[in-house]
C-alpha cells in the first residue's frame, strides 16, 4: 500500500490559481494510477482528474476541463494538480488517491488515501 500526503491548499480569490502536490511513499509510484477528488460542505466527494501510472492517459470532470491540469513526476513519487481560473464552486477538500493498476474515474476503485488539503475560492 502507498502513502499520500496532499499540500498546497489554502484561498485564492476567483480567477486565480493554485497547485496541489501529492507525495507517495512506499511501493513503486509508477504502478500506481493517481487520481484527484474533492468534498465540497455538505456535497459527496466527487471526481477531479486521474493519470495513469505512465501518464498516457488523463481524465477530467467536465467542470474542470480547460481549468485544471493534473500530472505526474514519477522520479519525486509527486502527482499534481494545477487549478487556474479557480471558481468559488471548486472551494472543496481535496484528496488524491492511488489505484494499482489501471486508473480509472471511480472513486470506489481506489484504495489508498491522503488526508485531504482545504481549497476554498473566494468570490
Known amino acids: 500500500q502507498v502513502q499520500l500526503v496532499e499540500s498546497g491548499g489554502g484561498l485564492v480569490q476567483a480567477g486565480g490559481s493554485l497547485r496541489l502536490s501529492c507525495a507517495a511513499s512506499?511501493?513503486?509510484?509508477?504502478?500506481?494510477?493517481m487520481g484527484w477528488f474533492r468534498q465540497a460542505p455538505g456535497k459527496e466527494r466527487d471526481f477531479v482528474a486521474a493519470?495513469?501510472?505512465?501518464?498516457?492517459?488523463?481524465y477530467y470532470a467536465d467542470s474542470v476541463k480547460g481549468r485544471f491540469t493534473i500530472s505526474r513526476d514519477n522520479v519525486k513519487k509527486t502527482v499534481y494538480l494545477q487549478m487556474n481560473s479557480l471558481k468559488p464552486e471548486d472551494t472543496a477538500v481535496y484528496y488524491c488517491?492511488?489505484?494499482?493498476?489501471?486508473?480509472?474515474?471511480?472513486?470506489?476503485?481506489?484504495?489508498?488515501w491522503g488526508q485531504g488539503t482545504q481549497v476554498t475560492v473566494s468570490s
Open positions: 488517491a492511488a489505484r494499482a493498476g489501471i486508473v480509472t474515474m471511480t472513486q470506489g476503485d481506489f484504495g489508498s
Open positions: 512506499g511501493r513503486t509510484f509508477s504502478i500506481y494510477g
Open positions: 493519470i495513469s501510472g505512465g501518464g498516457g492517459t488523463i
